[in-house]
């Protein structure tokens, strides 16, 4: 399985990216999907997640009407994140992992079975 994120870039505070993860090797129809970040000296923060057989998609307090978060189609998923701000800046991970996790377990990364390489977000005017 190999994930390969894209997307990322220099953005300036209030404006818009959306993020590309390409899944190859992946086949099941049952799954949690979900996009982490992680800014220098700081730990891997669950963002956004949505669950396969759902429609309901979960995300951290601080990116909630920001964000929004696609299950993936024809082997892609994507995170649009809008209005972003300095503290958005990191490298932002996504990953994926077979069956439907609870949602006490969405945003904890030991959860997840494969992962992708990280693009580099910065938000920066």
């Known amino acids: 399985v190999q994930l390969v994120e894209s997307g990322g870039g220099l953005v300036q505070p209030g404006g818009s990216l959306r993020l590309s993860c390409v899944v190859s090797?992946?086949?099941?129809?049952?799954?949690?999907i979900g996009w982490f970040r992680q800014a220098p000296g700081k730990e891997r923060e669950g963002v956004s997640f949505?669950?396969?057989?759902?429609?309901?998609s979960y995300h951290a307090r601080s990116v909630r009407n920001r964000f929004t978060i696609s299950k993936f189609t024809a082997g892609t998923m994507f995170l649009q994140m809008n209005s972003l701000k300095p503290e958005d800046t990191a490298t932002y991970y996504c990953?994926?992992?077979?069956?439907?996790?609870?949602?006490?377990?969405?945003?904890?990364?030991?959860?997840?079975?494969?992962w992708g390489q990280g693009t580099q977000v910065t938000v920066s005017s």
């Open positions: 949505i669950r396969s057989r759902e429609s309901n």
């Open positions: 090797g992946f086949t099941s129809d049952d799954y949690t």
């Open positions: 990953a994926i992992r077979r069956g439907r996790l609870i949602v006490g377990s969405l945003f904890q990364p030991s959860h997840y079975d494969y």
